[in-house]
């Protein structure tokens, strides 16, 4: 299984983006999906995460009112829809896939993660 995201880039405060996660693999049936991010020197952070099942969705506080997640069309991607942007949003973000029972902000618990898109706010 691949995790492969895009749509990371620079913004000017307030702006938006919009990432994107493709995966692919035989098989591929995740219970939970999410997105985390990390900048230098600092521990990983969950930022939003949605059981594929219920299509319940969790956000951490930071983000809430101003990001969005959400499965795509095409089966087995997810979006992250980023809007308000803040300085302090700035990080490398990797979209992660848990293929266990739950839906969890602990990182160590997935088992599929890509190799992230940077995202600068300034």
């Known amino acids: 299984v691949q995790l492969v995201e895009s749509g990371g880039g620079s913004v000017q405060a307030g702006g938006s983006l919009l990432l994107s996660c493709a995966a692919s693999g035989d098989s591929f049936s995740p219970y939970c999906m999410a997105w985390f991010r990390q900048t230098p020197g600092a521990e990983r952070e969950g930022v939003a995460r949605?059981?594929?099942?219920?299509?319940?969705?969790y956000y951490a506080d930071s983000v809430k009112g101003r990001f969005t997640i959400s499965p795509g069309n095409a089966t087995n991607t997810l979006y992250l829809q980023m809007n308000g942007l803040k300085p302090e949003d700035t990080a490398m973000y990797y979209c992660a896939a848990k293929t266990s029972w739950g839906c969890t902000w602990s990182g160590a618990a997935y088992n599929y993660w890509g190799q992230g898109t940077q995202v600068t706010v300034s």
């Open positions: 949605i059981a594929t099942g219920s299509g319940n969705t």
